[in-house]
């Protein structure tokens, strides 16, 4: 959105009312209305809009930074795409239903919630994907949670935590490279001047999420008719781990995700045809439609029924209009005006940092993209950190702290939406649970020092 030109300049005072009224719409209808985020979206767009006819702005600029907002989306619009056809593949292959049954029989509940924690950022820091983790480990969690009768709000909190430990550790993650290079730091500097806030934020959480797990295993006659039901699929086979080692191996060898997941997704659709549990046809129709289950038994159909590019039409809609909406934002000259005013009040470390973290949530809240997060507080607060002589190592951790780490918190952002369609949980019901998404902001504001 950088190349998006602001037509004007308008008083902070009034940019700010304009964003409040703004964020009070959406609020409003997705908090107490329940509606779709879509529908305020539309509402917020057509708002700021008609903002911009009112300062005399053309129709055409505004349809402009309309169209280019959304346009920073497509990437991820395919990315989406193949995650679909992933999660429906990796049904068809057996490979969920694999880890589902693995993982039952291996935890069975005991320390779930932490196990489910660790075990995603473990994961997450190999792929250095929060998005691919989800889609995948995320989603057997989910099943596993399900058939054992937890909750599932806890359980995507944690699969949500542990993925965007991985996603901001890992040296193979988009938003950690990013972060390091647009403010010049080196990217191992980098991560390890995020241990002083990732590591205590990684701790605290993997306690809370042991105190809250049961300590014993539970559900076992209900498990037993998952089993039964895995079983009774036909998926189970030794060979339904190939896709799960081919995207871990290409993902080492530091092939694009893109790549990487296509690759996954095609292995899976070979062994899905070649185990003759599916005609070939039926295989390939559920890269469009999804897997649909049929074990005879109402719940574990309803756990193995996902995936493919239909399902995630819904995200991909509310991305774009989330992005679009930033757009205007830049167009009319909003965003500018406040981030230039900010500027002009910096003074000492403590009020450097704090902005720096509001700008990072408030990008992620107004714009719903964590790169464009990274990108815009990243450009905006450079020279001003160089100036008061703070290292810019901080400035990059505070990045991630209160960047990468937010954006699968906003209900109409790119994660966010992503995650609430693939893991069938609403961003709202498993915030108050993603606690190392919210521990990183405020650890980040508590350390003392530039470091």
Known sequence: ?????????????????????????????????????HIPLILAVLTVTSYGLLKRISFSDLQSGLAQGAQTGIGAVFLFLLIGILISTWMVSGTIPVLLSTGIQLIGGTWFYAIAFAVTAIIGTALGSSLTTSATIGVAFIGMAEAMDLSLAVSAGAIVSGAFFGDKMSPLSDTTNLASTIVEVDLFQHIKNMAWTTLPAFLITFVIFALMSPNE???????????????????????????????????????????T????????????????????????NTWYSGYTADTGIEAVDGLLTRGGMEGMFMTISLVLLALGLGGLLFVTGIIPSLLWTIQSKLTSLRKITFTTVLTAIGANVLIGEQYL???????????????????????????????????????WSVCGVFLADVLGVPVLTYLPFAFFCMLCPVLTLMIKGDR
């Open 1 to 37: 959105m950088f190349q998006i030109k602001h037509k004007q300049a308008p008083p902070w005072q009034e940019a700010a009312i304009l964003l409040v009224f703004v964020l009070a719409i959406i609020g409003f209808f997705i908090i107490k209305l329940e509606t779709v985020p």
């Open 217 to 259: 295993k539970v559900g076992s006659g209900q498990l037993e008719q998952y089993e039964q039901g895995l079983s009774a699929s036909g998926l189970l086979h030794w060979y339904a781990w190939l896709p799960l080692i081919l995207l871990v191996l290409l993902t080492l060898f530091k092939i694009r995700a893109f790549l």
């Open 261 to 284: 997941i296509a690759a996954s997704s095609l292995l899976g659709t070979v062994i899905a045809g070649m185990s003759g549990s599916m005609s070939w046809l039926a295989v390939w």
């Open 373 to 411: 997060s990274i990108l815009l507080t990243g450009e905006a607060y450079k020279k001003v950190y160089d100036e008061q002589g703070i290292s810019r190592k901080k400035l990059s951790r505070t990045l991630e702290d209160a960047g990468t780490v937010i954006n699968p918190l906003v209900p």
